[in-house]
């Protein structure tokens, strides 16, 4: 195949950036190892983005960003937040135009207060149906722009390189297992975050952290890799069929909700509100458990029972009968919640031209590093997948209409032979040793631990056998390889960060250090993880 813009994955960050490609006059192909727009976090997504409208109360990106900023813990990168809150109000207008349905009041679009941000400032389409809504909309802008060409079942393994610049990529056709060579001028990775290398997380199957390890391998660094966000609510118990393990967050936003401890004691400065940032709540939360005070699953209790049988059902109708098909009544039963890996702060390293160090190479979305610092508000990540994909896709379309068309490089990967392993039971075993050790609350001991098993691996997943017609066990191995080298980018780099700050917690450096005010870098050099910074 070939084209003028390469898009990998087809979240908002992909969708996004392809439109703006395709406006600005590129062919656009956009390749998706799932189904178009049904693949990632993007349409999973239940809540709200946040933007500085100012249709609730007034308001301006400077407040936004000064937010977000704080929120950041000194982390963020500030070229990059800002695009985030800058650019976010004309997407999200964007997005109405093109009829995302963003929840109204008589005549304004309604914004209600988040954790974190200082007055009323995110959107919704409705409390569990924004991310399907996002989805739904681009999509169909997608469909009505020939220059997108959209492909599902296209997973791409590696990306192409003429000496340091990146040509397109490599992918293979997941139901024929047939190798596909794509020359691009210009390539996107959108491929959203790693919080699958987690055995307690709330993502898709597809979110392995493979941007990550395709970026790394090409040249490219990541930056910020141990700040992974989790989100403090997941649900832990009774036993939930057919329900997002993160559906508590929009009851709390209507509906408040109490967190207490085993004594019944409400631990955070709540007062039944919903007011806490992720990186406190899960830190207290933590702490309860640990001091002999969590449930009996090891989380704490989130009550609704201050709330009335009518109250819920106006506030959640449909979402209360598939809580009672699950014998769950909240004017009578307490819910058990735990942290759950939501998102990841850390990514590719990129400026504010969403440009990679790799020529060629651009990077959008969760796959990309340092807008959020050490924690993410809540609503900024829909509003990073718009904001960044647009940038990205018109910065592409420009590389592209200067560049002449690549031709690939034979791919020489065929010679190597299947490891003898049970991939598929070695990721488990990954996630395992990731939820144990490398998770909201970490010590030396624990990342050595982690990062010996994780290197134990190494030599199973070097090199990546070509694969010979649909088989499972390929695709497995795949994504273990991946998900491997990012889960050593992790820990190596929560094993050096000796402080405490955001969602990086040790517990035998429970203090922030002035001195690690900064940024770690990693790349690859001679095939090994190299931290700078
Ligand atoms: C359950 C849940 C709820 C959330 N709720 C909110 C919310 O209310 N508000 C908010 O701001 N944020 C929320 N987030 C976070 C937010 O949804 C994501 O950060 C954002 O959608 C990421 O968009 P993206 O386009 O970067 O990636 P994604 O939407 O994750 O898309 C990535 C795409 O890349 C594809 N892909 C991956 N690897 C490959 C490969 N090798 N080859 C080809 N394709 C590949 C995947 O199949 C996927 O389709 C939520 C996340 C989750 C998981």
Redesign the pocket.
Known sequence: METDVLI???????MYAAIAAARSGARVLV????LIG?????????????VALGEETPDHWEHHLSDTLKAGRGLCEPALSQLLCEDAPECIRQMDEWGVGWARAASHIRQVQAPGHDRPRCVYVDFVN??PAVSKTLRAQLQRMPEIRRTGD????DLALDGERCTGAW?VHVPTGKTVPISAKATIV????L?RLYARN??SL??GG??YA?ALRAGAELIDMEFVQFFPIGHLAPRMVGM?P?MWDPFRYKLGGRLLNAGMEEFLAEEGKYTSVRDRATQAILKEVAEGRGTPHGGVWLSFKHCSAAGLRAAFGPVIERLAANGIDLTRDLIEVAPIA??HMGGIRVDADMRTGVPGLFA????VGGANGANRL????????FTF?RRAGLRAAQLAARSRMPSLRESEKAAAAFPDINPAAEIVKLQQVMNEHVGPLRSAAGLQDALQRVLDLREACGALPAPHGLDPRWIDLHDLRNMRLVAECVTRAALDRTESRGAHQRADFPEASDAWQRHQRIRLSGGSVRIEG
């Open positions: 990998i994955g087809s979240g908002a960050a992909g390749a998706d190892r799932s049904r693949g990632g976090a993007t349409v999973m997504a239940q809540m709200t983005v946040a924004t991310g296209l997973l791409v393994s992918a959108a491929t959203g975050g919080t709330s993502a597809n979110m493979d941007g395709l997002d993160i939501h998102y959008a979305g969760e796959a809540s609503g900024n990540a829909i509003s990073e997948a994909g």
